[in-house]
């Protein structure tokens, strides 16, 4: 048995709290973008979720996601309640920490997953029919793909196909479900007919701070161990989300003709994005590439939904789809043994093959995703009811649905 | 020198020149906080 290192394990609940603190950040950085008789509701959909998904994780979430594989497609009971998941070391997936540091450390994974997608219902769901879509979702889409991804005997795992730190995991998934949401759930009242700005830019501006600093975690953590490749992988993603936030600025500035803030700010997060399937794999130098492409596919993609009139209310899929799914490719395109040996050379280094396996990946991630979504909706809508009332919808969903405002006047 | 490094150096480049070349900020350019009627939704794209 591998022992336990004190270095690796205090990187990896470091970046568990790293990762955890992008959960709260999410929740400003969609709380800003809403208006003001919604941040509450908003904001809630992270912060619930992340005590929800936690609970979750522990009782039947960890161990559909990571434990002994069942035919490469979801995880035995094994592990049910945390049941034999320790301090020693699980030698699967990382030999030098607890096993339980690096359950919690995927647990903040879990978390802020279904988080994300809150983005594109902002503003009109009910909340008892969040919660339950939550909870079916981290089950049900979640905990498989993370399985077939990153699990040992995972099935696409075992294509050869590469996903770092969630690129396909997490954003993928999130970010195709998010448009399937906004597609079932239908248009805010008044959308496109009245003004939707951004009741408070400057939260926002908060929130992707706190996002910026938490991919840390959630990147160089990914390596899951303190050393060289961690490194590798932050530099990275350091220099994708500052690559991508000049990208996308400079995108609205020609097209809109002055630079924007919330565009820097969703640029950052778009190359945040972009990286993080490739960060562990790529050198600097395709690191801002990658970032450029991030920034600017994500910008074309945010554009494109709102000229098609699909009411994505935070760009969920614009970013976070669309990102994910440019940073699976450009892992296959920018991959290098020279920097993590145990990955796989890409198209750029002799083997166009892995393109190939990226694109199966993201395929047949990105439909069972948004097939397991649209019936999850179309259950719960026929049940208990998905969207709020016009009434509590033009009341807002603070008052509506929490009882609560954010702003005393 | 890597090929990739130097398509990095092209791509900012290509950003500084942007910048120059783009418009500066102007009153006429300026978005008021309360958007026109049948205004398009807020983005962050925009």
Redesign the interface.
Known sequence: MDAINGADTAWIMVSAALVMLMTPGLALFYGGMVREKNVLSTIMHSFFILALVSVQWALWGYTLAFGPSQGGIIGGLNWIGLNGVGLEPNTDYAGTIPHQAFMIYQMMFAVITPALISGAFAERKRFKAFVIFSLLWATLVYAPVAHWVWAVGGWIRGLGALDFAGGTVVHITSGVSALVCALVLGKRLGYGKEPMQPHNATLTILGTALLWFGWFGFNAGSALGSGGLAVSAFVTTHLAAAMAALTWMTASWIRHKQPSVLGAAAGAVAGLVGITPAAGFVTPSSALIIGFLAGLGCFIAVEMVVRGRVDDSLDVFGVHGVGGIIGAIATGIFATKTVNPAGADGMLYGNPGLVVTQIIAVVVVALYAAGVTFVLLKIIDATIGIRVTSEEETLGLDASQHGEVAYQS | M?V??I??LV??AL?LI??VA??T?SVA???T??????????????
């Open positions: 890597d990739l490094i398509v990095s791509l900012f950003l942007a910048w783009a418009p900020g350019h300026a978005k906080e309360e958007a026109p009627s049948g205004a398009a939704p807020a983005s962050s794209a925009q």
